[in-house]
């Protein structure tokens, strides 16, 4: 998870190896004290770079007024990592929807998801920021959109991070929860994940507490997660209480068992003391019978655990749809008369193309 070297103060002059200079967005302030002492500067100036790039959003270094002119305009090339914002769609609910448009061309999606306040509170308490973590994704989930785009590539650390800093701008507000849950896998994309995750926590200043990720389970990786002792919220997509049901949802699940990975979610547990989430998209005359919910119950059985259900968004590919709220509460209650911990998540921004995917398909 080390950074990668800053541009020198010999590369500055170099336009061919300009090209190849890494985003300074993601650096920590240790990091950047080292690069403009680098370039000759005071170290003092390494904690103005970090405040400019993280807590006011800088887009280009020629913009930093607080240092010197000429300065400035020798560092005009040199990449911070920020992204192009390529459309934006509002749902009346407030969710705002973000196509970004990063440097090789790739369009990836975002989301920010405000909260309301009690009345007296102010007008909002809370902005979640849901970000991706790949272009695409491989898994192929059969009820996913973003499945059926494919994949093409991990997102960088500064590609992660930059999703965040833009809601963050749009909105005028700062940041309190983001969740890994956009396009992607986050456990096929570990080392940036994790470095992005260190960064939210230590630069931009949102707690760990504050941070989820989202994986549909990749055999070892929860495991290896698990022992950076994170105090994260780990959200592990089951969709299905059998593994026949599962793998008909989920390709991937054929290499990978739910018995074996249920165990690897208990060592997580063990490992980390915390508790897991495991989502569950309800998908109507599928999986979101009252037997489902009895055998999901007996699966979880002696877990520290939350079960997460979501209603499904449906998308044009398949025929999927949502239950209605009679099979939905029918569900929940099984669950609740088993003793296990559950909630249910309704998705924001209905009306804006709410599944992962759908809004980069329908404007790529």
């Not at 990720?213 to 780990?234: K, P, W, Y």
Request: with cysteine; net charge neutral.
């Amino acid at each position: 998870m080390s950074a990668t070297p800053l541009v020198s103060q010999v590369e500055l002059h170099n336009p061919e190896k300009l090209e190849l200079i890494p985003p300074l967005l993601g650096a920590t302030v240790t990091e950047l004290t080292t690069w403009v002492q680098q370039q000759r500067q005071p170290a003092y100036r390494g904690k103005q770079l970090h405040e400019w790039i993280y807590d006011k959003g800088v887009r280009s270094l020629s913009d930093i007024s607080v240092f010197p002119k000429h300065w400035r305009a020798e560092l005009a090339e040199i990449p911070i990592g920020r992204s192009i914002l390529h459309y934006r769609s509002v749902a009346p609910d407030s969710t705002v929807k973000y196509l970004l448009r990063l440097t090789d061309g790739q369009i990836i999606e975002t989301v920010g998801i405000p909260t309301f306040a009690e009345r007296g509170e102010g007008p909002k308490s809370r902005l979640t920021v849901c970000v991706s973590t790949q272009v695409g994704c491989p898994m192929a989930c059969d009820f996913c959109a973003t499945g059926k785009g494919g994949y093409k590539r991990n997102l960088a650390r500064h590609e992660i991070v930059d999703q965040v800093l833009t809601v963050q701008e749009d909105f005028q507000q700062r940041v309190s929860n983001v969740v890994f849950m956009g396009l992607g896998e986050p456990l096929l994309n570990t080392e940036n994940v994790l470095a992005a995750v260190k960064c939210l926590n230590q630069d931009v200043g949102i707690g760990q507490r504050s941070l989820t990720v989202s994986t549909v389970g990749i055999r070892d990786r929860i495991r290896e997660f698990a022992q950076n002792h994170l105090q994260i919220t780990l959200a592990v997509s089951l969709h299905a209480p059998n593994q026949a049901l599962r793998e008909k949802l989920i390709p991937s699940a054929r290499a990978y068992p739910l018995e074996d990975l249920l165990a690897e979610c208990r060592e997580y547990v063990e490992i980390t003391g915390r508790r897991l989430t495991f989502e569950y998209v309800l998908l109507a005359g599928v999986n979101d019978l009252p037997e489902h919910a009895l055998e999901l119950s007996k699966c979880l059985r002696g877990f520290q655990s939350h079960v997460n259900l979501i209603p499904y968004n449906p998308i044009q590919e398949v025929d999927y749809k949502r239950p209605n709220r009679d099979r939905i509460q029918a569900f929940v209650n099984v669950l609740k008369q088993q003793n296990t911990a559950v909630s249910v998540r309704y998705s924001r921004g209905l009306e804006a193309d709410a599944a992962c995917g759908q809004l980069r398909a329908s404007k790529n």
